[in-house]
């Protein structure tokens, strides 16, 4: 079982920046590969980029490509999603999750993330 918490969201002008944290508990979080979704209101669920249990692979889509970076500290039990060059398009409820295997099996409460014009 595995719980997540993610915070950071909030309200920042376009071209901005935020980071957004997901701390996991239970000691297996690094067996786990970590992933970033978003929703915006009125839009199905989006994958927005993902990290394997090393840290040594990430994947992103393409909407944030060059942009965004995801991270992991497996000491900390925390997944990060730094968010550089904001656009208002990028204003949504961001979600982090845990795969262990196929699916995405954990997911966190979701954080807001508003991007002002």
């Known amino acids: 079982q595995v719980q997540l918490v993610e915070s950071g969201g909030g309200l920042v002008q376009a071209g901005g920046s935020l980071r957004l944290s997901c701390a996991a508990s239970g000691r297996t979080f690094s067996s786990y590969a970590m992933g970033w979704f978003r929703q915006a209101p009125g839009k199905e669920r989006e994958f927005v980029a993902a990290?394997?249990?090393?840290?040594?692979?990430?994947s992103y889509v393409d909407s944030v490509k060059g942009r965004f970076t995801i991270s992991r500290d497996n000491a900390k039990n925390t997944v990060y999603l730094q968010m550089n060059s904001l656009k208002p398009e990028d204003t949504a409820v961001y979600y982090c999750?845990?795969?262990?295997?196929?699916?995405?099996?954990?997911w966190g409460q979701g954080t807001q993330v508003t991007v002002s014009s």
């Open positions: 990290i394997n249990w090393s840290g040594g692979r990430t």
């Open positions: 999750a845990a795969r262990y295997g196929d699916d995405y099996d954990y």
